[in-house]
């Protein structure tokens, strides 16, 4: 099994389970190298599509993690004309949920890939995930560095963990292609207010907030709650006061920012 992006936040969660499952693992990344854990890292770049056809050789399952702020589109389009090169018989691909509603660039770039992915010839699965609770954290983060806290009004969010993620896609992956299969979600649905005021409490912050209005189409989109799914999804079981728990479990609360 090759897997794209396996030494990022969910590819370092995917690629132990694909292990434990008995499978040999085969990890795409822009560096060859031998970490002795018993995976085969062979470089490639996607984007260039320098490679490739090297990375999927012989390889039956691709499960598809890499991606970035842009060019998903290019990268995944590569991938997948190396995979229809080579036979592949299942590619598994992480999408995010309301990929199709939200005019913005970095949106626009996943549709693009995921679109690569269902036209292919060759059998997918494509699983759209909720933002991580690990993207979540940064957002907060970066929202606690400034004097006041600006809280934009009616965006609401799902945040799902990445363990959660990573057991549903090495689930899927194990399986028989299924196409497009219902999104994955966390337990509860937030405001973004309400995340940035659990990192504060969690470590032990105080900040005057400011409501702010998301201009424009995405922000109609996300006050109507365009980026939820509401119905239909399978929900994950880790929470987002979880995993901040489990920030700063057995530690001071230095670790979740500064």
Request: hydrophobic share 45%.
């Amino acid at each position: 099994m090759l897997v794209t992006g396996g030494t990022g936040t969910l590819g370092r969660q995917v690629v132990p389970l694909v292990q434990a499952a008995g499978w040999r693992v085969r990890v795409l990344s822009r560096h060859a190298q031998d970490r002795g854990d018993g995976v085969e890292y062979v470089a490639a770049d996607l984007l260039q599509g320098d490679g490739i056809d090297a990375a999927v050789e012989g390889v039956e399952v691709v499960v598809h993690l890499a991606g970035g702020p842009k060019g998903d589109d290019i990268g995944t389009r590569n991938l997948v004309q190396a995979a229809e090169r080579a036979g592949v018989k299942h590619l598994v691909h992480i999408s995010v949920t309301a990929v199709d509603q939200l005019p913005l660039t970095y949106f626009k770039s996943k549709l693009g890939a995921e679109q690569a992915v269902r036209e292919s010839s060759v059998p997918w699965t494509v699983l759209r995930a909720a933002q991580f609770h690990d993207f979540a954290l940064k957002s907060v983060q970066a929202m606690a560095k400034l004097p006041v806290l600006p809280v934009p009004g009616g965006l609401r969010f799902q945040p799902v963990d990445a363990r959660d993620v990573a057991d549903r896609l090495v689930e899927l992956a194990l399986g028989e292609p299924a196409g497009l299969v219902p999104d994955l979600v966390g337990p509860k649905v937030y405001t973004l207010g309400e995340l940035a005021r659990d990192y504060l409490k969690a470590t032990g912050k105080r900040r005057l907030s400011l409501p702010v209005r998301v201009p424009g189409k995405a922000g109609k989109v996300y006050r109507a709650g365009g980026n939820l799914t509401l119905s239909g999804a399978t929900v994950g079981t880790r929470t987002w006061e979880d995993f901040l728990a489990a920030q700063t479990h057995g530690a001071s609360a230095k670790p979740l920012g500064e």
